[in-house]
C-alpha cells in the first residue's frame, strides 16, 4: 500500500512569490490533515479535511494560505504571497473516517524555505 | 491554552532500556499519541492512550494516567535505530482528530 505523498520535498522561493504544495492521502482514507513545523517550535495544526470539506481549518496563520481538496482526493496548500515568517517544514497526514483508527500517516513533508 | 513538555534529549547505551515522559495541561483531554520520527522523515506512530495504565506493544510501551496528566514512552532493548524524535501529542474534546504536539525528545543511543 503506498504511503501518503508529497510534492515537492524542497521549495526555495522568495518572498512575495507563490507555492502550491501538493498532498496525496492513502487511497480511501477521507480524513486529510495540514500540520506545519517552524524550526525550534513544535508542530502545528493547520487544517483537517474530511473528504472535500473544511472540518476544522482553526490553524491557518491567515488569509495567505489557501487549502483546497476538490473531488476529496488530493489536497493542495497554496501560499500566496509568501513571507520570510511561513518558512518550515509543511506536513500533511491521512487517516480513516470516523470508526476506524484514530491514527494518523504522515508523509515526508515539504520543506519550504522563504528567502 | 494547551501545553505539552517533553525533555528536549536524552541519551542512552545500546541494549539498555530509556523512559520518556510527558506531561500535559490541556482543555477537555481526548488521547494520547506518541510519534517517532528519524530526522528528514516523516513521523511514524507508535502507540495511542486513552484510557489509564499501560500499553505494550513489543520492545515499546507506553503508560498513560488522565488524573496526573501524564504519560510516558518506555523502550526497552534499545537499538542504534532507536536513535530518533519522539513525539508526545494529544487530541481534546471538540475535534479528536487534531493532534496538538509537544516539542518533541530527541533520543540518541551509544554503542
Redesign the interface.
Known sequence: EAGVTQFPSHSVIEKGQTVTLRCDPISGHDNLYWYRRVMGKEIKFLLHFVKESKQDESGMPNNRFLAERTGGTYSTLKVQPAELEDSGVYFCASSQLAGGSLEQFFGPGTRLTVL | GQN?DQPTEMTATEGAIVQINCTYQTSGFN?L?W?QQHA??????LS?NVLDGLEEKGRFSSFLSRSKGYSYLLLKELQMKDSASY?C?V?VAG??????????TSLAVNP
Open positions: 505539552i488521547g499519541f510519534y528528514g522523515e516523516a513521523p511514524t506512530f495511542y513525539l501529542a487530541t475535534n479528536n482528530r487534531k493532534l496538538i504536539w509537544g516539542l518533541g
